[in-house]
């Protein structure tokens, strides 16, 4: 009886076994073979189980995408992804590596992805479906425009805490750093810790770092205090990298809607005293 139920109920012990292992509990194939054996449990029993744990492990992933989402920053009105995003204005290269970071495979070969490009032309847009993307398949990302990066650096380094928060941004295995560029002139200081950040993602396994900007990165030198740190941000930045480049009209403004109005002359109103 338990050989057959190997095989029967929509995958058999293999599968819940593994369900059990995404709830965390260890629950080996050997231990449902045998209440199976025991209960002279048949296909339907077995299916039913199976279905069961797969609702758990549903509900379970709905709460912590949820608190994902929470977590990462990512705006969720009007939410970015991959599919409401327009595939069909990229061509050659780009259209092709662009359908291919809904993989994600880049964040465990630890490269960064730097998408430059024209104002309005779904750089945002991509940065934060690969976010969404993180988040649905239970990945931690965190989603900052640069100067709202800068500023928790600075509030860290007022607190004196610094440390423990270069740890965890570290520790996230997506950050996505948007509109590097709408920045002012970093600090001695900040420059440093901004580089520090990028040199322990750089080093750590399993970390990718999302930029996007208007301006190409040969630019971004001048937002650094000095050359040196400009070039070592820079090299580690880039060093592991997919670069796409979007040019092209703005996509900002085709869902507006135009209503024309034709008003005819004020009537004449007559009767009233003043």
């Known amino acids: 009886m338990a050989e057959e139920c190997r095989d029967e109920g929509h995958g058999g ?6 369900l059990f292992g995404q709830v965390g509990v260890d629950c080996p194939e050997e231990l449902l073979a045998a209440w199976s054996q025991q209960a002279m449990a048949d296909g339907k029993q077995v299916g039913d189980l199976q279905a069961l744990m797969e609702r758990i492990v549903r509900r379970r992933n709905e709460h ?30 780009n259209g092709k590596m662009v359908e291919h970071l809904q993989s994600l495979d880049f964040i465990p070969l630890g490269e960064n992805v730097v998408i430059v490009g024209d104002p309005g032309t779904g750089k945002t847009h991509l940065a934060q479906a690969i976010g969404n993307a993180c988040c649905d398949r239970l990945v931690p990302a965190r989603y900052y425009k640069l100067p709202e990066l800068v500023d928790k650096l600075r509030r860290s380094m007022d607190r004196e805490t610094e440390g423990q928060t270069i740890l965890h941004l570290v520790s996230v295995p997506c950050l996505i750093i948007d509109e590097v560029g709408y920045c002012g002139k970093l600090g001695e200081k900040e420059s440093d810790l901004f580089f520090q950040l990028l040199d322990r993602r750089y080093d750590h396994a399993g970390c990718s770092t999302v930029f996007t900007s208007n301006r190409m990165p040969s630019e971004w030198r001048e937002l650094f205090h000095d050359a040196l740190t400009a070039k ?11 670069a796409i480049e979007l040019r092209g009209a703005s996509y900002r403004g085709q869902q507006r809607k135009v209503f024309k109005v034709n008003c005819s002359p004020l009537p004449v109103v007559s009767g009233l005293r003043p």
Not at 13 to 18: D, F, G, K, P, V
Not at 65 to 82: C, D, E, H, N, Y
């Open 64 to 93: 912590r995408i949820g608190m994902l989402l929470q977590t990462s920053r990512l705006p969720q009105v009007a939410r970015k992804t991959f599919a409401n995003y327009d595939l069909g204005r990229l061509s050659g290269e």
């Open 232 to 242: 070592s941000t820079l090299d580690r930045i880039m060093d592991r990298c997919i």
């Open 13 to 18: 012990l293999a599968a819940i076994s593994a």
